[in-house]
T-cell receptor, first 112, second 111 residues
């Protein structure tokens, strides 16, 4: 069966520090991968999605970036965090664009 | 994606069926109805989806009206672990657009 992992589960970082969140998927090949952010009490905001290695689309211009060095690995990064980057970051995968998406456990980021 | 309307909250007794309604009166012919849920502090979980026929899986059943303007998610035997916010989404299956969750229905299963 397929599983999706995210780490770390929680993270507290000072403003201006770098960020690296990692997501890996097991049990499937060539997944579509997504990074979402969920602010407290709000819906999902799509940040990036990827249909293959080195094929990444950015949905919202900001100080975040994403990379997909391997087929089942998706990394969210920032060189300098802002207070507004605080939130619940979710990685998801699907077998095809727009199909049902399966989410990881999430990373709760607090920027202080 | 078509807009959906759900009641903000519902209670259900443990062991009873939970019936969660969703209105999507502006749904178009190629849009599917998807249901997700989010337990507090966890990632969203896909439950079920359908186009026009009723669907059932190990988690739930989805009943879509003949005119497709509304649907009901049924959890046949609700447990305390089913307490979550349930989201009804209408979207084209092949769309690459993001999942857009509305406010959803907070289902509380009572012991």
């Amino acid at each position: 069966s397929q599983t999706i992992h995210q780490w770390p589960a929680t993270l507290v970082q000072p403003v201006g520090s770098p960020l690296s969140l990692e997501c890996t998927v097991e049990g499937t090949s060539n997944p579509n991968l997504y990074w979402y952010r969920q602010a407290a009490g709000r819906g999902l905001q799509l940040l990036f999605y990827s249909i293959g290695i080195d094929q990444i689309s950015s949905e919202v211009p900001q100080n975040l970036s994403a990379s997909r060095p391997q087929d089942r690995q998706f990394i969210l990064s920032s060189k300098k965090l802002l207070l507004s980057d605080s939130g619940f970051y979710l990685c998801a995968w699907s077998v095809r664009q727009g199909g049902e998406q399966y989410f990881g456990p999430g990373t709760r980021l607090t920027v202080t | 994606d078509a807009k959906t309307t759900q009641p903000p909250s519902m209670d259900c007794a443990e062991g009873r069926a939970a019936n969660l309604p969703c209105n999507h009166s502006t749904i178009s012919g190629n849009e599917y109805v998807y249901w997700y849920r989010q337990i507090h502090s966890q990632g969203p979980q896909y439950i079920i989806h359908g186009l026009k026929n009723n669907e059932t899986n190990e988690m739930a059943s989805l009943i879509i009206t003949e005119d497709r303007k509304s649907s009901t998610l049924i959890l046949p035997h609700a447990t305390l672990r089913d307490t979550a916010v349930y989201y009804c989404i209408v979207r084209i299956s092949g769309s690459a657009r993001q999942l857009t969750f509305g406010s959803g229905t907070q289902l509380t299963v009572l012991p």
